[in-house]
């Protein structure tokens, strides 16, 4: 790690650790919709009301319970009905995850178009780890697509740092540098300070531990096999990883040769469950 991106990490882990830099907060809608699901008296109701309140997120929500991957044999018209099938836990895990979209936005333009491909990148591997875990694990798959869509959570901080050091935002190379640093262990951070269930928490810096040791197939593995897949083919440095040395695919039981590997067949229930999350 060069001097300069050593200084600037241990800026940012200062300004963390003193409370100049804030750890972002969940939308109220999605911090309401976690409190409803932690309290085993609530309703399907209650949670009606609580998500009822936001009108793009009802909306949302409806698009998700007809998507091809759920749908059932009636289209679903209306929240209670979206409620009724998908149940309180699934509903409170893509309602959190839909809910963050709008942390991914900012005044700076070159902030903004940062966020929004961090935001389109983790919605594609999001959906990705919908179609592995269903396939694949006895996992949740409502669980593994809030895992995808934060799995790059750390990055929130580090880029309102760069928004107030204009010298840093103009650096890319730095600045990527010290997000692919940075992004796991305050990604933890933000997702333990958010009371995430820990299965999810440690997320952000498991997934790219590739010769990560684990009794079975877990959340942190779903997401590797995801993020290389999308990577797969690209100039991302990612797409030069060996596969081979990726202990995640043995435990979801899949060909670390993911070329010539069963893909295909689920590759329009990928794209449905990406477009279930666009």
Known sequence: MSQLVEKVSQDIIAALESDQLVLP????VALRVREVAEDPDASISQMGKVIGSDAALTAR???VANSPLLRGSREINDLQMALARLGIEYICNIATGLAMSQMFQATSDLVDKRLREVWNRSSEIA????VMCKHRTKLRPDQATLAGLVHRIGVLPILTYAEENPSLLRDSFTLDTVIEALNGPIGDRILKHWA????????PSQHVQFDRVAPEADYADIVTVAVLQSYMGSNHPLASVDYSTVTAFARLGLDSDMENAEGDDLSAEMEAAMAMLQ
């Open 61 to 63: 929500l409806i698009k």
């Open 127 to 130: 959906g990705i780890c919908h």
């Open 196 to 203: 995430f269930p820990d299965p999810l928490i440690h997320i």
């Open 25 to 28: 907060t969940l939308p109220e």
